[in-house]
C-alpha cells in the first residue's frame, strides 16, 4: 500500500529526504500525515522520522542549503525549512523516564523502539520516500477499522503523558467509527487514570478541547467523557446533554463547527480560566451564553450581533431547550443585520444632553425595534 498526494511530492519535501538518504540514513514519513493521506483527509504537518541524530541533521540541512531550527533539541527534533515549508525531522527515539507529562528520551537505531513509544496504533504508521506504507505494530488494521487504539498497555501508555486521555476522546472524535464505539481497554484506562489530568497545564487541556469540540459530530465522544468522569474533571459543572441536539441544528442549517458554541452548550464552572481561553473567546463564550438566556427575538439578534453571530445563540437556545429550528428565524436574522437604526445623537441635541440623551436614544431604539425597524426618522421625532 501507498500514500500519495501533492504534500508527498512536493519538491520541498523531497529534497529534506534527499539529503537524509543520500547521507545513508533512513527517512520515514509518519504519524499525521501519514494517517490522513490514508483516510483521504487533508494532511497539514509533516513529521519524519529518521536514524540520524540531530546534531547530524543539522550539518546535513546546512550542507544541502535548507534551514534547519532546533526546535526540540533535547527530544531530537529539528525543524528543517524548505521551500517556505517546516518539516518536524526527529531521531528514532524511546522513553527511558516519564513523569505523566514529559519524558526523558533517549535516541534509538530502530523503527519499531520509535513507533513503539507513541500513542496510538493509528499514529505509528510509517511511509517511505515513495510512499511506500511501513506497519511495525499492526496500525493500518485499526486505521482501517476507525478504531483509536492505545499501542500495547492502555494504562502505562496514558501514565506517560496524562494528555492521551483527552487526545483518545479527540481522536475517536474526528477518526474513529461513530458507529462502532469506543476501545474498551482505552476507556477503561482513562476512567482508571482520570486523577492525572489534574496536573496537565491548562494550556494543553484547553487546546485539546478545542480540537475535540470542532470535530464534525463530538457528541458521541463527549458523551464517553462524561461516562469515565473525564468531562466532570476537565469542566466541572458541565452537562453534555445538549450537545447532540446542537451537532444536529448545525447540521440542519449548514453551520460550520464551531468549538466555542459547542463548549456554551457544555456550560460549567470558570471555563475560560480552566481552558486558558483567550479574552476574546471568553468574551464571546460570555455573549452566547448570555444571549441564549434571554428571550430577544432574531430580528434583534441580527440587528445586534449580525447574522452568523445572531444564529449561533438562536442554535444554542434551541438546543439548550431542546426546540426545532425556526426557519422563519433566518429571514428574521437577516431582516435585522440590515436595520440601521435612523437617529442619532445629534438629532437630540441640545434638547438633550448626557445621560438624558442616552436614554431617549435607547427609548427610541426600542420603539424602532418594536416596530419591526419600519418607523422612520420622522416617526421617532
Not at 455573549?287 to 453571530?309: D, K, P, S
Not at 437577516?334 to 445629534?346: D, L, S, W, Y
Amino acid at each position: 500500500m501507498k500514500v500519495s498526494g501533492a504534500w508527498i511530492e512536493d519538491k520541498a519535501t523531497q529534497a529534506v529526504c534527499a539529503m537524509l538518504t543520500e547521507a545513508g540514513y533512513q527517512a520515514l514519513f509518519v504519524g499525521g500525515c501519514v494517517r490522513n493521506a490514508l483516510l483521504e483527509m487533508p494532511v497539514g504537518d509533516i513529521d519524519i522520522a529518521t536514524d540520524a541524530r540531530p546534531e547530524v541533521v543539522m550539518e546535513l540541512a546546512h550542507a544541502a542549503g535548507l534551514k534547519p531550527v532546533p526546535t526540540g533539541l533535547e527530544h531530537g527534533t529539528i525543524t528543517v525549512v524548505s521551500g517556505h515549508i517546516g518539516h518536524e525531522v526527529t531521531t528514532f527515539r524511546e522513553d527511558v523516564q516519564t513523569f505523566g507529562r514529559h519524558a526523558v528520551v533517549a535516541f534509538a537505531s530502530d523503527l519499531r523502539t520509535d513507533a513503539r513509544r507513541r500513542d496510538f496504533t493509528m499514529n505509528a504508521l510509517y511511509a517511505q520516500t515513495d510512499g511506500a506504507v511501513v506497519d511495525p505494530l499492526g496500525g493500518l488494521e485499526d486505521l482501517r477499522a476507525r478504531r483509536v487504539r492505545f499501542i500495547e498497555d492502555a494504562d502505562q501508555r496514558i501514565r506517560e503523558d496524562y494528555l492521551r486521555i483527552l487526545r483518545f476522546f479527540r481522536f475517536h472524535a474526528w477518526y474513529g467509527d461513530p458507529e462502532g464505539g469506543l476501545d474498551a481497554e482505552g476507556l477503561a484506562a482513562c476512567a482508571g487514570n482520570v486523577e492525572g489530568i489534574v496536573g496537565l497545564s491548562r494550556e494543553r487541556v484547553g487546546a485539546e478541547m478545542r480540537k475535540l469540540l470542532a470535530a464534525p459530530d463530538p457528541a458521541p465522544s463527549v458523551a464517553a467523557m462524561r461516562a469515565t468522569g473525564v468531562l466532570v474533571a476537565v469542566l466541572p459543572g458541565s452537562d453534555a446533554r445538549a450537545l447532540p441536539l446542537l451537532v444536529h441544528l448545525e447540521s440542519e442549517t449548514n453551520t460550520a463547527p464551531d468549538a466555542i458554541l459547542r463548549l456554551a452548550a457544555l456550560g460549567g464552572e470558570a471555563v475560560a480560566e480552566r481552558l486558558r481561553l483567550s479574552r476574546a473567546e471568553a468574551r464571546r463564550l460570555d455573549t452566547l451564553r448570555g444571549a441564549a438566556a434571554e428571550t430577544m427575538r432574531a430580528a434583534e439578534l441580527g440587528y445586534r450581533h449580525g447574522i452568523a453571530e445572531g444564529r449561533a445563540i438562536l442554535l444554542l437556545r434551541a438546543a439548550l431547550l431542546e426546540n426545532p429550528w425556526q426557519v422563519r428565524d433566518a429571514e428574521d436574522l437577516a431582516k435585522g443585520a440590515k436595520a440601521g437604526f435612523p437617529v442619532t445623537a445629534a438629532d437630540l441635541m441640545p434638547q438633550y444632553t448626557g445621560p438624558a440623551l442616552g436614554e431617549r436614544l435607547h427609548a427610541l431604539e426600542r420603539r424602532w425595534i418594536e416596530s419591526g425597524f419600519t418607523l422612520t426618522r420622522d416617526d421617532l421625532l
